[in-house]
Structure formats: structure tokens, C-alpha cells
């Protein structure tokens, strides 16, 4: 295994490409990911996120370039591979008609687990009390749970996450973090996928954002944010300055009326403050930092469409 | 338990699970007897020279056997496609022929049911069958004719993506060959092109060896031809399978 910035790579990927009907899906994807690492694959949908998943996987073969995981290539099949990775796939992928923990036995026993390390599984992502409650009876938070815990109940040192988040409600989703987090913890390297950005930035070690099939920038959240040079979005609401006062702070742009706020924006956030305080009106601005959508705007000169 | 073991035991959960085609697969052998049982016994008196009931028994048990076993294994690999288990279980470290033998020993446990069910029904007073003491020699055929039907519901689940198009394909298959190979009506009665196509069938060959220990009282030696068959039938079938899944791999 080559060592880089002082970690072990669990997974590195070089130039990896993918073509369908002439089109490059997957257009020279490099990078390198770390054992231990929670590592974000983050970009619009058809954007060749699962593409690049499979490839890494050995699902898919690969039309150029190469994948190393843990030392060794997903494709052709590698069995000797194949117990140290562990794959949720998009679709939920059960047995039919099984209950959670029978579903979890049966993955168990394809890779010779004892049955015995089930239930310890279905603690980690919170679903005892589900246990025999049959796959197409939980909800879809629920099935998610589940089928991360399918992935994990052979006890793999890398995991594979395609889109774990999607089409979960809100305290689904936050709900999954938690499990995500507590699988971090205990030491395994996490790929994932997905196309919310703000759950990138809260969950990702590093994340690499992909576009058009390529690697369009790849940093932590931070420096993604950070290397930005961005001008930070503020708004006062009306009255407290008249617009020409407001245009009359240095250094703003864009200054415009929404509703009931005057909105702007500028690059020296300690400017606009400084004048603001000597008016005693300081308490009334709004700043918005940038955030990991600003990056994509900036890196791809459009809105993020997810 | 093994791989093998628990796989077996997964699919045989599902399947008890599934009312509804619990009820398919054991009513509807016992549906087309009594259909079958009160149309011919109306025709006594015709050329064969078996009692109705007895030339039709074996081969509507062997049309039902066809009929659960094509459709469950088709079906199966349709889902699994479908819900991506198929590529759950080509993650794990353990090989396409265990999972297809383990699918495929749950098949054999359902038909030798669907046979118990249909026998018990079948040597009611009402119906009257009778079979000869060579029975038990049929015991391989019927093994090989689950085999030939399981292998060629794996080929129409490799050709056909979805539910829909696999069903409508399991169904246009096996009741022509249901027809075609002597099961609801003599093939003695039947233009000679027929009896020619039939042979390409397994369904016929089932049935002819079948009709030869069960009722004829014929020895194991009837049997060789259509063992062969079958045999034949079940490696060409699969072979194609594996073909058609290997091929749409990419």
C-alpha cells in the first residue's frame, strides 16, 4: 500500500474512466481516500457518482484507468477481496418477505458470520426494535438502517455508500448521520455518495466534487469553503438604512430590496461592521458565509441542481 | 449454517410467506385434475387404452410442476435484479453455483409437496388413481424435469427484465408445451408435426416417462430416453442463461 500525507490508502483511484455510447460518463477520476477516512463523493445527479461507486466496487469494468482497494483490484472478482468491503447499493436489495434480523443472518452466513454478531448490528444502527419486523412492513429510514446494516454485518474495513440519505424526511436523514458517525467511529473507511450539501460539509473528512464526470475540486468542507474567494451575502432589514447609505458602505454590491430586507453583499465583512457599530446599528446585519453551494456556483458557474 | 443452507432457508421463508402463490402453486394442479377429471371421464369409453384418470394424472401434476417451478425461478431472478440483490450476492464470497443450487433445492421441496398434495388428491375414491409398484423408479425423472423447468425459468429470467415480461413469457412457453407434449390430450390424436415438435419439449418427455412407470408399469429402461432429454434440455437451458447474464454484465 502507498503511503501519502502520513495515512495508510485504503482506496486509490486513478484516472478511471467510463464510456457509454460514445460519451464519457466517467471522465479520469483520480484520488485517493484514507483508512479511516469519511470520504464524500458530492454532485448533481448524473453527474457519474454511481458510476465511479460501481467501478470501485468491481460491479462495473472499467474502460481506463484503475482501482486499488485495500492493496488489491475489485475486477475481475476477487473473492479473497470481497469480505473486507462492504456495499450498500441504491435499491435496498433485501430477500424478500424477511424479517430485519433474518435478512441480516442470511448476509451473515453468505460471508460465514455467526449469526450471533446480528444483533450487535442492529444496535449500531438502531433497529432492535425491529428485529422481526418484516422488510417491506419498516419505513424507509428504517430500510435504509437496514440495508447499511446488510452491508456491515460481515464486519468490512472499507464501506461503500451510494446515496444512503436520498428521499429520507429530515429526521431520517439526521437520524442516519448519527449511525454514519458511529460507524466512522469505530475505525472503518467510508465512500459515500451523495447529493445534499450540507450533509457533505457536516459528515465528510474530505469530498470530492463531481461534475460532468470529473473531479471538479477536492479538499475538506473547510478549505473547500475557505479557498473561495467569495463576497459573503449580508441584508439589514428596511429603515434601519436608506438604500443609498447602504450602497455608500465600502466596498458593496449588489445592493437590491427583498421584501422586508435590504440585501448586499461585500468582501470585508470587519468593514461593513465597523461602520455599522459607529452607528449603533450593528445588531440589525445578517451574515451568511459561504457555503459548499457557493463552491459549486463558483467552480461551475451555475446553481446546484440536485 | 452455510451459505447454501441459509440461502435455502431465506427463499423457502419467502415463499411461505407469499399466500398468494402459496395458493397457485398447490390449488391450481388440483384445479385442472378435477377440470380435466370431470372432462374426460364425460368421454369414457374413448380409444385410449387407459382409465382417463390415470393417462391424465401424471401429466397434469408434471404441467403443474412446469408450471410453479418456471414461474418461481423466472420471477426470482427477476426481483433480484430488480431490488439489486443479484448484485449484493456478486459481492459476496460465495459462487453463482451455490446460490443456484440453493434456489434450486427449494424448488425440489416444493414440487416433491405439490406431488404429495396432488397424489393424496388424486387417490380419493372420486378420482380413482392407481399407480403401478414401479413408482418410486420415476423418482429421477421427476428430479430432472424439476431441473429442466427451474433451468429454463433461470433462461427467461436472464432474457426478460421486468415482472411483467418475464410472466407473459413463462406463460406463453409453458401452456403451449403443456398442449404440445400430450398433457390434456393424447398426442395419439394430435398431426404427426406436433408429436415431431413435442420432442423438443420438456414437458413431453416428463410426461412419457412419467405415463411409463407411473401407469404402464413399464421397467427403468423406459426411462433412459427421456432422462436424456431432460438432461439435455437442463444443460442447454443454462448454458444459454449463463450466457444471457454474463453478457448483460456490463
Keep these: 500500500m502507498n503511503k501519502e500525507d502520513g495515512g495508510v490508502n485504503a482506496v486509490a483511484v486513478e484516472a478511471l474512466t467510463k464510456v457509454y455510447g460514445g460519451k464519457p460518463v466517467v471522465d479520469g477520476v483520480s484520488f485517493t481516500v484514507r483508512e479511516g477516512e469519511f470520504f464524500g463523493i458530492l454532485g448533481p445527479n448524473g453527474a457519474g457518482k454511481t458510476t465511479t461507486l460501481e467501478m470501485m466496487e468491481g460491479l462495473r469494468k472499467a474502460d481506463g484507468g484503475s482501482v486499488s482497494l485495500l492493496g488489491a483490484s475489485p475486477h475481475p472478482r476477487n473473492t479473497s477481496l470481497l469480505p473486507r468491503i462492504g456495499v450498500q447499493l441504491q435499491s435496498s436489495a433485501f430477500f424478500e418477505r424477511l424479517t430485519a434480523k433474518e435478512q441480516l443472518v442470511t448476509f451473515g452466513a453468505l460471508y460465514g458470520v455467526e449469526a450471533d454478531r446480528v444483533d450487535d448490528v442492529l444496535a449500531l444502527v438502531g433497529l432492535t426494535e425491529e428485529a422481526h419486523t418484516r422488510e417491506d412492513k419498516l419505513s424507509g429510514g428504517q430500510r435504509q438502517r437496514l440495508s447499511i446494516a446488510c452491508a456491515l454485518v460481515h464486519d468490512p474495513e472499507l464501506l461503500f455508500l451510494d446515496e444512503p440519505t436520498a428521499s429520507l424526511d429530515p429526521q431520517a436523514r439526521r437520524n442516519l448521520w448519527d449511525v454514519l458517525r458511529g460507524i466512522k467511529d469505530r475505525g472503518k473507511t467510508i465512500v459515500y455518495t451523495t447529493h445534499y450539501i450540507e450533509e457533505a460539509e457536516r459528515l465528510c473528512d474530505r469530498i470530492a466534487i463531481l461534475d460532468h464526470g470529473q473531479v471538479i475540486a477536492m479538499d475538506t468542507p473547510d478549505a473547500l469553503v475557505r479557498d473561495l474567494d467569495t463576497r459573503v451575502s449580508m441584508d439589514l432589514p428596511q429603515g434601519v438604512l436608506s438604500l443609498d447609505e447602504v450602497r455608500s458602505l465600502p466596498d458593496v454590491q449588489d445592493v437590491r430590496e427583498e421584501g422586508s430586507k435590504i440585501c448586499f453583499t461585500a468582501t470585508d465583512t470587519n468593514a461593513v461592521m465597523h461602520v455599522l457599530s459607529e452607528r449603533g446599528d450593528a445588531g440589525h446585519l445578517q451574515t451568511r458565509t459561504a457555503s459548499l453551494e457557493d463552491v459549486f456556483l463558483e467552480l461551475t458557474g451555475r446553481e446546484y441542481r440536485s | ?250
Excluded at chain 2, 74 to 83: D, F, G, H, P, Y
Excluded at chain 2, 96 to 118: D, E, G, H, K, M
Design chain 2, 1 to 250: 449454517m452455510t451459505a447454501f443452507q441459509q440461502i435455502s432457508v431465506a427463499v423457502g421463508k419467502g415463499f411461505v410467506r407469499d399466500k398468494a402463490s402459496l395458493f397457485f402453486t398447490f390449488l391450481l394442479p388440483l384445479f385442472f385434475l378435477v377440470l380435466f377429471g370431470i372432462l374426460f371421464g364425460a368421454m369414457e369409453g374413448s380409444e385410449s387404452t387407459l382409465e382417463p384418470i390415470q393417462y391424465i394424472a401424471p401429466g397434469i401434476l408434471s404441467f403443474g410442476i412446469a408450471m410453479s417451478a418456471v414461474f418461481a425461478s423466472a420471477l426470482t431472478l427477476v426481483s433480484w435484479r430488480e431490488n439489486g440483490l443479484l448484485r449484493k450476492l456478486q459481492l459476496a464470497p460465495v459462487s453463482p453455483f451455490t446460490i443456484l443450487t440453493s434456489r434450486f433445492s427449494v424448488t425440489v421441496i416444493v414440487a416433491v409437496l405439490q406431488a404429495a398434495l396432488f397424489f393424496a388428491v388424486a387417490f380419493l375414491p372420486f378420482f380413482g388413481l392407481r399407480l403401478e409398484s414401479t413408482w418410486w423408479m420415476a423418482v429421477p425423472l421427476f428430479l430432472l424435469g424439476v431441473l429442466s423447468f427451474f433451468s429454463l425459468g433461470i433462461l427467461i429470467g436472464s432474457v426478460f427484465k421486468t415482472d411483467q415480461s418475464a410472466s407473459a413469457a413463462s406463460n406463453l412457453i409453458v401452456l403451449p408445451l403443456g398442449f404440445l407434449s400430450g398433457t390434456f390430450f393424447p398426442l395419439d390424436f394430435a398431426p404427426s408435426w406436433m408429436d415431431t415438435v413435442s420432442l423438443a419439449s420438456p414437458l413431453r418427455h416428463m410426461n412419457d416417462g412419467m405415463l411409463a412407470l407411473l401407469v404402464r408399469g413399464e421397467g427403468p429402461e423406459a426411462l433412459l430416453v427421456p432422462c436424456g432429454a431432460l438432461l439435455l434440455f437442463a444443460l442447454i437451458t443454462t448454458g444459454l442463461a449463463g450466457y444471457f447474464l454474463t453478457r448483460g454484465d456490463q
